[in-house]
């Protein structure tokens, strides 16, 4: 998964990328993100240990039945362990930035500081619970 992740890191979309130079450097209400963060047996877009808060950025391919199912067992999975997901299309990032912000910070002062367990290589060993918020009108959850 760490060869995976390093690879979609080289390989980012431009929404990713614009996301990215919101989040770094902790300008996002002092949050620390890591991108393209292995949990488990995914890939989150961007990460927030701290806060336990992933972020997906879900483009065309989202809107695909399949990809619809993956995403809710995926959503499912990270909500037994504690981890919050925020969902944002790619139009989000476009045209709604600002609130796509907003969200993040509403959302992370909601979730409660993590009580991770974390491996020597930095992998968690011991996640917890998570809730599930998205953009998106046709996600049900």
Known sequence: ?????????????????????????????????????PLGNYIADFY?????LVIELDGSIHNKAEQKKHD???????????ITVIRFTNDD???????????????????PLSTEWRGVGGEVTNPLEFDVYTTRIDTVF
Do not use: G
Request: proline fraction near 3%; glycine fraction near 0%; charge should be positive.
């Open 48 to 52: 927030c240990p701290e806060k336990n």
């Open 72 to 82: 809710q067992e995926r959503d499912a999975i990270m909500k037994q362990h504690n």
């Open 93 to 111: 990032i476009f045209e709604k930035i600002e609130e796509v912000i907003q969200t993040i910070i509403d959302i992370s002062n909601q979730s």
């Open 1 to 37: 998964m760490i060869f995976l992740a390093r690879k979609l890191r080289q390989k980012q979309t431009v929404p990713e990328l614009l996301l990215r130079e919101i989040l770094r450097n902790k300008q996002v209400n002092n949050l620390k993100f890591r991108r393209q963060h």
